[in-house]
C-alpha cells in the first residue's frame, strides 16, 4: 500500500521556536508539495520540489523553507515559529510520468504555536 | 486572484438524493481537473478526476462533468451516502517546468447527507 508519512499529527510549539515537519513517500514520485490548510482559504501551496535538492516557492512561502536531500524526503522548517502559523500542515508526492497529476496526501501535521 | 472558486461552502442533502458540487476556474491552460475528498483530521484522498479533453468521466456513483465553454465543472454523488460527508476540494493541474504538474485547489465544499 502507497504512503505519504508524516512525523507528527500533533505538534505545539512556542512562538520563536524553529519547528521541522517532516515528510516520507515511499511511491519513488519525483515530486514533493508542502501546503497548509486553514478554514475557509482551502489548501495553499507553499513549497514544492520536482527533484532531489530543488526547491520552488508556492503561493504562501514567507516565513518557511525546506529542504530536500533524498528523492522520499521532504521537510518544512518553520524558522522562528508565530502564532499565524498554527494551521493544519499537509504534505504530498505526484509522479512526474503520471497523467493527471494526481497528487496523494499525508495524513496532516496540526500545528499549534503558542 | 483565484483561478479555482467553489463558491459554495456547504452543502445539505438527503440520504439516497444526488449531490452536486460546483467549481469554477479561470485558466483556460489547465489541462486536467480533479476531486479530492477529506475527512477531518485526515489528509485529502483523490476521488476522480478528467481531462480537459472530455466532457464526462464517471465511476460509480461518482461522474464529473466539464463544460470547458464555460469553465466550469461539477461532481454528482448518485446515491449520495452518509458516508460521504466530507470537504470536498476541487483542483485543477497545469505544468510547472520539468514535466512536472502543479495543482490549484478551491477552497472546499462541505458536504452532509442526512440520514
Given at each position: 500500500?502507497v504512503?505519504v508519512t508524516?512525523?507528527s499529527?500533533?505538534?505545539v510549539?512556542?512562538t520563536?521556536?524553529?519547528v521541522?515537519?517532516?515528510?516520507?513517500?515511499?511511491?519513488?514520485?519525483?515530486n514533493m508539495?508542502?501546503?497548509?490548510?486553514?478554514?475557509?482559504?482551502g489548501?495553499?501551496?507553499i513549497?514544492?520540489?520536482?527533484d532531489v535538492?530543488?526547491k520552488e516557492?508556492g503561493?504562501?512561502?514567507?516565513?518557511?523553507?525546506?529542504?530536500?536531500?533524498?528523492?522520499?524526503?521532504?521537510?518544512?522548517?518553520?524558522e522562528?515559529?508565530?502564532?499565524?502559523?498554527?494551521?493544519m500542515y499537509?504534505?504530498?508526492?505526484?509522479?512526474?510520468?503520471?497523467l493527471?497529476?494526481?497528487?496523494?496526501?499525508?495524513?496532516?501535521?496540526?500545528?499549534?504555536?503558542? | 486572484?483565484q483561478?479555482?472558486?467553489?463558491n459554495?461552502p456547504?452543502?445539505s442533502?438527503?440520504?439516497?438524493r444526488?449531490?452536486?458540487?460546483?467549481?469554477?476556474y479561470?485558466?483556460?491552460?489547465?489541462?486536467?481537473?480533479l476531486?479530492?475528498?477529506?475527512?477531518?483530521?485526515?489528509?485529502?484522498t483523490?476521488?476522480?478526476?478528467?481531462?480537459?479533453?472530455?466532457?464526462?468521466?464517471?465511476?460509480?456513483?461518482?461522474?464529473?462533468f466539464?463544460?470547458k465553454?464555460?469553465k466550469?465543472?461539477?461532481?454528482?454523488i448518485v446515491?449520495?451516502q452518509?458516508?460521504?460527508?466530507?470537504v470536498?476540494?476541487?483542483?485543477?493541474?497545469?505544468l510547472?517546468g520539468?514535466?512536472?504538474?502543479?495543482l490549484?485547489?478551491?477552497?472546499?465544499?462541505?458536504l452532509?447527507?442526512?440520514?
Amino acid at each position: 500500500d502507497v504512503k505519504v508519512t508524516q512525523s507528527s499529527r500533533y505538534l505545539v510549539k512556542r512562538t520563536g521556536e524553529k519547528v521541522f515537519l517532516e515528510c516520507v513517500q515511499d511511491m519513488d514520485h519525483e515530486n514533493m508539495f508542502w501546503y497548509r490548510q486553514d478554514p475557509g482559504l482551502g489548501l495553499r501551496l507553499i513549497y514544492f520540489s520536482y527533484d532531489v535538492k530543488m526547491k520552488e516557492k508556492g503561493d504562501i512561502p514567507e516565513g518557511y523553507s525546506v529542504s530536500r536531500e533524498k528523492k522520499e524526503r521532504f521537510s518544512l522548517i518553520l524558522e522562528s515559529a508565530s502564532t499565524n502559523q498554527t494551521s493544519m500542515y499537509l504534505c504530498a508526492s505526484s509522479s512526474k510520468i503520471q497523467l493527471g497529476a494526481n497528487q496523494f496526501f499525508g495524513p496532516g501535521t496540526r500545528l499549534t504555536v503558542l | 486572484d483565484q483561478q479555482v472558486k467553489q463558491n459554495s461552502p456547504s452543502l445539505s442533502v438527503q440520504e439516497g438524493r444526488i449531490s452536486i458540487l460546483n467549481c469554477d476556474y479561470t485558466n483556460s491552460m489547465f489541462d486536467y481537473f480533479l476531486w479530492y475528498k477529506k475527512y477531518p483530521a485526515e489528509g485529502p484522498t483523490f476521488l476522480i478526476s478528467i481531462s480537459s479533453i472530455k466532457d464526462k468521466n464517471e465511476d460509480g456513483r461518482f461522474t464529473v462533468f466539464l463544460n470547458k465553454s464555460a469553465k466550469h465543472l461539477s461532481l454528482h454523488i448518485v446515491p449520495s451516502q452518509p458516508g460521504d460527508s466530507a470537504v470536498y476540494f476541487c483542483a485543477a493541474s497545469d505544468l510547472i517546468g520539468a514535466g512536472s504538474y502543479q495543482l490549484t485547489f478551491g477552497k472546499g465544499t462541505k458536504l452532509s447527507v442526512i440520514p
